[in-house]
């Protein structure tokens, strides 16, 4: 199929620049010419398409670098406890789940204990009171905790005389019994005993996640999930090829991979190997994050998961047989860590683009080791709207170290943005909102918060366009506009001269992925 795009303005990420005056030629998957209308006509293979956009503005399709995209997809057929507030409202949910579904395990979660009214009430034996008869395994909204009933705990061998996993805790009252709240590697236990949903189920979900995602610009994935997730989203891939997936593997799949002569940026445009994912610590919500200085007003620095000697053998594991490492990092003793790794890592070993995740706090003496250590990062701008008040609250010594894009983006090899959906939302258009004006809850009348890391509208979007690509190594096809580039577009209002306002209720008018039409309003 060939198209022509005309009476638009056109975007170059690589240039941060908007151009005018020109139609684009898109013949099959391929931006084939930009220029006069009749050069695009004469240049056509066939008679094409033409699309006035009527001034509108063309920009790269988005991708998402960091998502839990099945897990997303699952939030429509499992439990959803997300907008809840109160233990009542988690109540009626979950007694409403439990007569509208019939299932082998209670699945999924989104409980943030920052915001209930009673978070010590929310236990085993609440749960116990709903499913008695069915086990139990709800995450919280951080994916940092897990909270079970007390059939779960018996089914994975929990007992109260069980000592805390290295890396890992096991939740208790005042008392000392258990709670059912499983923390970081605590959790793994559990996981062999889990019954998923059928697999069509699951699919139904995926897809109708990928239509979500179109409506959103968005036509590239990065997702850190196992090796279930992944069979799903490659079975999704081979059925419809509208959305560019990247896998970052957890490490029980690394000899698998191996075997299998793959490596990171193995795979085409449509699946495609990312790097190994590790946790080096754990969030801010589930005060986790391993930070140098305690939380306010304790003597808690959160978990580091990994001593430096464990992190580094699991790094020259996967190193040395051609992979990447994406390591979760959020707290500044983790940031120290892992940057520390990857410098002493890069003196063995050829760098494949190691990538830091999230990078919620960094100390302004790490940020030349942030340069040395040549690691790309991985951020999610949209975390900020709803973290100010823990960051106030339990970071009061060091919230100035917290979402710090200005300083990270000035230092680090390469960025991209995501979301980590379903964590926050998916919306990119939020994202960039956020990381341009740094507002609480995505209030216009709210103060910018430490306004000084804002960084500009070009950055932000370039984060979610040749940043992405440049992360997955695909810069030269993907992200941005120029002949010879996968058809990959977006086409949006004219927002050069609107405010910022305009990125909260953003949606594109038309997307394209691979020269196809997946997305018109």
Wanted: charged share 20%; glycine share 8%; with cysteine.
């Amino acid at each position: 199929m060939n198209y022509v795009l005309l009476n638009c303005k056109y975007y170059d990420s690589s240039g941060a620049s908007i151009h005018s005056g020109k139609s684009i030629l898109v013949s099959g998957n391929t931006i084939k010419h930009i220029g006069q209308f009749s050069e695009c006509i004469s240049l056509a293979d066939t008679t094409p398409e033409l699309l006035y956009l009527k001034g509108k503005i063309v920009l790269p399709a988005f991708t998402d670098t960091h998502t839990h995209f099945v897990e997303m997809a699952k939030r429509r057929i499992m439990v959803d406890l997300s907008n809840c507030q109160s233990l009542d409202e988690i109540r009626t949910e979950l007694t409403g789940f439990r007569e509208r579904i019939n299932t082998a395990w209670v699945l999924g979660g989104g409980w943030d204990k920052n915001i209930l009214d009673h978070p010590e009430m929310l236990n085993n034996a609440f749960l116990d009171s709903i499913f008695p008869d069915l086990p139990v395994a709800l995450w919280s909204k951080d994916y940092h905790a897990k909270l079970c009933n007390s059939l779960a705990l018996r089914i994975a061998g929990i007992t109260e005389s069980s000592p805390d996993p290295s890396g890992g805790k096991l939740g208790r009252d005042a008392s000392g019994k258990l709670n059912g709240i499983l923390y970081e590697k605590a959790s793994d236990n559990l996981e062999p005993f889990i019954v998923q949903p059928d697999r069509d189920i699951l699919l139904r979900a995926i897809r109708e996640s990928v239509n979500e995602a179109h409506s959103l610009g968005i036509t590239g994935i990065h997702t850190m999930e196992g090796a279930f997730s992944w069979g799903l989203l490659e079975e999704d891939s081979q059925r419809y090829q509208d959305m560019r997936y990247t896998w970052h593997f957890p490490p029980e799949e690394l000899v698998a991979l191996a075997a299998k002569g793959l490596m990171t940026h193995s795979g085409d445009h449509w699946l495609r190997i990312g790097g190994m994912k590790l946790f080096a610590d754990g969030a801010l919500g589930s005060q986790t994050a391993a930070i140098f200085t305690p939380y306010t007003n304790t003597r808690q620095t959160g978990i580091l998961r990994y001593s430096d000697e464990e992190l580094l053998s699991e790094a020259q594991q996967a190193v040395s047989q051609g992979f990447a490492l994406s390591v979760h990092a959020i707290g500044t003793r983790a940031v120290h860590q892992v940057l520390s790794i990857y410098k002493q890592i890069n003196t063995l070993y050829p760098n494949p683009g190691h990538r830091l995740e999230h990078v919620q706090s960094i100390r302004p003496e790490e940020l030349p080791l942030l340069k040395e250590s040549g690691a790309f990062c991985a951020m999610q701008p949209v975390h900020l709207a709803n973290d100010v008040p823990m960051i106030e609250k339990h970071w009061q010594e060091i919230k100035t170290q917290a979402y710090c894009f200005k300083d990270i983006i000035a230092n680090c090899t390469a960025y991209g943005f995501g979301s980590d959906a379903p964590i926050e939302t998916i919306n990119p258009f939020l994202g960039i909102y956020t990381a341009v004006q740094r507002k609480y809850a995505l209030n216009p009348a709210s103060e910018s918060w430490q306004a000084e890391q804002a960084i500009s509208q070009h950055q932000a979007i370039y984060g979610y366009t040749m940043g992405a690509a440049k992360l997955n190594k695909t810069d030269d096809v993907l992200g941005t506009i120029k002949p010879g580039y996968l058809a990959d577009l977006i086409v949006m209002d004219d927002f050069e001269h609107l405010g910022c306002d305009y990125w909260l209720e953003a949606r594109p008018s038309l997307v394209m992925c691979n020269g196809r039409i997946v997305f018109e309003t």
